[in-house]
T-cell receptor
Framework: DAKTTQPPSMDCAEGRAANLPCNHS???????VYWYRQIHSQGPQYIIH???NNETNEMASLIITEDRKSSTLILPHATLRDTAVYYC?????????????FGKGTSLLVTP | GAGVSQSPSNKVTEKGKDVELRCDPI?????LYWYRQRLGQGLEFLIY????????KSGLPSDRFSAERTGESVSTLTIQRTQQEDSAVYLC?????????????FGPGTRLTVT
């Protein structure tokens, strides 16, 4: 699986958009970009995933660059409850199961 | 509906003792995963089960670690002769099936402290 690089921490004011970057310069053509987050003392929670097109759901938007070497997770109106560690991973689609191996992610602090 | 549950929520044990951690997946989920998360670190895959297939044990760190699952229900992770480096939060996740597009739902974890 391709390696990802994320900033260790970021701050965001409540109500503003939080833009979390992720570099995955060695991503291969059949690898998807996934985002999870982990609120303190809870298990990780799936947010969104994509291959090459931008994706949006009720939680966030995912913007993937045309060369697919980086992506940005956007929380359009951050709230205090979005304070969490955000993990970006890339993974090939497999029918034999997949293991999530997260790095340290980005610790996002949303401030009042 | 009910999510993934794990027990105990906290476990303190002495070095050298065996511990058993339990996971109850979401009903109907055929895939079950165990992970370990050391303090301030990311997630480390341990093992996964899918239906009646042989489990993928590729992430187990040593032969002191083992896991069982009864059908498509409860799973137990056993750590024998615990060491201090085993201290971590052990997370269980289940998904409807295997494959990249099946979201994994995580339990709250069991915090294991080996003294």
């Amino acid at each position: 699986d391709a390696k990802t690089t994320q900033p260790p921490s970021m701050d965001c004011a409540e109500g503003r958009a939080a833009n979390l970057p992720c570099n995955h310069s060695t991503i291969s053509g059949n690898e998807y970009v996934y985002w999870y987050r982990q609120i303190h003392s809870q298990g990780p929670q799936y947010i969104i995933h994509g291959l090459k097109n931008n994706e949006t759901n009720e939680m966030a938007s995912l913007i993937i660059t045309e060369d697919r070497k980086s992506s940005t997770l956007i929380l359009p109106h951050a709230t205090l409850r979005d304070t969490a560690v955000y993990y970006c991973i890339v993974r090939v689609h497999s029918n034999s199961g997949y293991a999530l191996n997260f790095g340290k992610g980005t610790s996002l602090l949303v401030t009042p | 509906g009910a999510g993934v549950s794990q027990s105990p929520s906290n476990k303190v044990t002495e070095k050298g003792k065996d511990v058993e951690l339990r996971c109850d997946p979401i009903s109907g989920h055929t895939a079950l995963y165990w992970y370990r998360q050391r303090l301030g670190q990311g997630l480390e895959f341990l093992i996964y089960f899918q239906g009646n297939s042989a489990p993928d044990k590729s992430g187990l760190p040593s032969d002191r670690f083992s896991a069982e699952r009864t059908g498509e229900s409860v799973s137990t992770l056993t750590i024998q002769r615990t060491q201090q480096e085993d201290s971590a939060v052990y997370l269980c996740a289940s998904s409807l099936s295997v494959g990249l597009f099946y979201e994994q739902y995580f339990g709250p974890g069991t915090r294991l402290t080996v003294t």
